[in-house]
């Protein structure tokens, strides 16, 4: 968002600069000549066994000023040879996604069929919906299904993309798709108006594109040759992270040194920061009534988080009751004195708040600025602050900087979103600014305690009652997800969790607390019926003790491994389970797993199961401990896959241990 605004911050002197560019035709409105070996064509030259394979991807991208809009205009052309039923069912469908101030316009497409005939996408079989990305967002697209696609042919299509009101400035260019591609061309003309002083930038990241080529009508390019698909691997680093692409951009070359640059940032980072955390009287009474009787340092600063947290309503939260036509004319607050008689603001005027509320306090507080981890990971080399899209308040307590976020409505205090944990923040000072590694919560403080009291009938059904909590980020993760949607949608997607595990699952009574509360752990209560739990061959019945890993699987299935492995965070699970036995049977064998000691594993992940029955042999108690992540551990490379695949391998065998009850004869 900061970006944009900076764009349209740039734009603004734009519009005095007179008369507008006028807009230029493309090269890519019309179709190109198909070569006959195109279409002769039975296997990917770029990666062998593709079931199809784009023979070209090009975009040209023209910065303009129509009037007094500034916009960027995009045209793309991609031609794809279909070599399997596959591939003919993965590309038939077209999407072209798209933001609300951009515009979709001269969609065409064809199909060229392997005996040469053409077949064209009518207008009318273009259509507008509503897509949901991996990371669940949700969004527009054009579509269209392309015509007549069988394996041996050719599909092709282009369109228009108009996105108004801003520049090229900070936009990624993407050089992977989900089908090999053996030419990405990428056509680039800049703004270049009188006055102008910025000039735009190129980085390539992931990847090597060749040097600029100057072309007619302004325009220069680049390309990358034989891109081999992109094929997403589960526990993978952030898309961004490991795709080619590019990031263009405008900016002022001052030719700064790393430690100039970064300098330069703080400082401006914290004349900023320093507008926005004005103290007066009325923020120094609200910072004594909230810390009241707390003595220590670690007491006050948490009364402090604790009153932003529960008396400030964040109207960007999704749970706040605001509509979004609400937050669409509400008028930033000016100062903390402001948003402390509202009562309300943003998350970055609570923040700021509780930035000026610490400052009263007396305490030295500073504006950590940080990258996002779910995005991209920070390198500090590439001269620019665009990677460091979030921040956090570092307040020194001792000798070392902590950091507090209380916008972050589910947070817990002493933690920070996971997408912030683990990462270096550059401390804003005016004149001495440093980079500091915020701290990983350990496992523990993000866990996944499970409990039940159950009962197994002899016909092998298991009934009873469960419960289980979440804390910390996996309980953020679990709110964040809920806390928008209906109560009857909230146990939809609870039973659907559980029937993905175990398909004959019937639950009732189901209770869903702390959905919106900052505080307490989420909370999942249900009474739940299985029949067939247990198999009964002859007189024995086998059954799985683990109830709450039953079905599960294995992590990873895959023998090789392309991309690194990456945990969003440390967690922990505690599983505590009660279970009586069906009467007639006795327990035949009810050993317990070895376990995976932290010495096994340098202290990066444990499990311990233990198992015992009561005296008169009618309950069985099954308990588990699990922890995985520790010492921070949460990023290994690729060539340790098969390390890891044969611990989770091992956990999941422990988890799917099996009990054997053998019935007892009757008088």
Request: proline fraction near 6%.
């Amino acid at each position: 968002m900061k970006y944009l605004l900076r764009s349209l911050v740039l734009l603004a002197g734009l519009l005095c600069f007179g008369p507008s560019i006028p807009q230029l035709t493309l090269a890519g409105d019309e179709w190109r000549a198909v070569d006959p070996g195109e279409l002769a064509l039975k296997s990917s030259i770029v990666e062998k066994d593709a079931d199809a394979e784009a023979l070209f991807w090009e975009v040209r991208l023209l910065d303009e000023v129509e009037g007094d809009t500034p916009r960027t205009v995009l045209r793309h052309y991609i031609r794809i040879k279909i070599f399997t039923d596959r591939g003919r069912e993965s590309q038939s469908k077209i999407d072209i996604p798209f933001l609300s101030n951009w515009k979709i316009t001269d969609i065409a497409a064809r199909t060229i069929t392997p005996d040469n005939h053409i077949l064209e996408l009518k207008k009318e079989d273009v259509f507008e919906r509503t897509i949901v990305r991996s990371s669940g967002v949700k969004i527009k697209a054009k579509t269209f299904a392309m015509p007549g696609v069988v394996p041996g042919a050719i599909i092709e299509y282009r369109w228009r993309e108009v996105r108004n009101d801003r520049l090229a400035n900070y936009i990624r260019l993407q050089f992977q798709r989900e089908v090999p591609v053996r030419l990405v061309k990428y056509y680039i003309k800049p703004l270049d108006l009188p006055g102008f002083p910025y000039g735009m930038r190129a980085r390539t990241f992931h990847g090597s594109s060749s040097p600029f080529a100057k072309e007619k009508d302004g325009f220069y390019s680049t390309t990358m040759e034989n891109v081999p698909a992109f094929h997403p691997e589960p526990k993978m680093p952030p898309e961004d992270q490991v795709r080619p692409w590019m990031l263009i951009y405008y900016t002022e070359d001052k030719k700064l040194t790393q430690d100039q640059f970064w300098k330069e940032t703080a400082k401006q980072g914290s004349e900023e920061f320093k507008s926005l955390t004005k103290v007066n009287d009325d923020v120094k009474k609200a910072a004594t009534d909230a810390i009241g009787d707390a003595t220590t340092p670690d007491q006050k600063i948490q009364r402090l988080f604790e009153f932003c947290r529960s008396k400030i309503k964040n109207i960007n939260d999704d749970a706040s009751g605001m509509t979004s036509e609400q937050r669409a004319n509400w008028k930033e607050t000016k100062s903390p004195s402001e948003t402390l008689k509202r009562g309300m603001g943003t998350g970055r005027n609570i923040d700021m708040l509780f930035a000026a509320l610490a400052m009263s306090a007396g305490f030295d507080v500073r504006l950590a600025k940080l990258a996002d981890r779910s995005d991209t990971f920070l390198d500090v080399k590439f001269l620019d602050d665009y990677f460091l899209i979030s921040y956090d308040i570092a307040v020194r307590m001792g000798d070392s900087w902590r950091f507090f976020d209380p916008a972050s409505t589910y947070v817990p205090f002493g933690m920070l979103r996971w997408q912030e944990e683990g990462e270096d923040a550059l401390i804003c000072d005016p004149k001495e600014p440093t980079w500091v590694q915020t701290p990983m919560s350990p496992p523990e403080n993000s866990l996944e305690k499970r409990t039940g009291n159950l009962r197994l009938r002899e016909d092998g059904t298991l009934e009873g009652d469960v419960r289980i909590e979440y804390t910390g980020h996996l309980g953020l993760d679990k709110k964040e997800y809920n806390d928008d949607d209906s109560p009857s949608q909230r146990e939809e997607t609870l039973r659907d969790a559980v029937k993905e595990r175990l398909s004959s699952a019937e639950l009732s009574d189901i209770k869903i607390e702390n959905v919106t509360d900052p505080i307490k752990p989420f909370v999942y209560s249900y009474h739940v019926r299985v029949p067939g739990y247990a198999q009964r061959t002859g007189k024995r019945l086998f059954f799985q003790p683990g109830f709450f890993n039953r079905g599960s699987g294995s992590q990873f299935s895959a023998t090789a491994r392309n991309y690194d492995l990456y945990f969003h965070y440390p967690w922990a699970e505690e599983d505590d389970l009660t279970i009586e036995l069906p009467a007639g049977f006795a327990l035949d064998n009810a050993d317990a797993p070895a376990g995976i000691s932290p010495e096994m594993t340098k202290q990066i992940c444990a499990q311990k199961i233990s198992i015992s029955v009561t005296p008169d042999g009618h309950t069985l108690r099954y308990r588990r401990n699990f922890y995985f992540g520790g010492r921070g551990s949460i990023l290994f490379p690729s060539q340790v896959y098969a390390g890891i695949k044969q611990l989770f391998d091992a956990v999941t065998q422990d988890n799917d241990h099996m009990i054997t009850l053998k019935q007892t004869a009757t008088n």
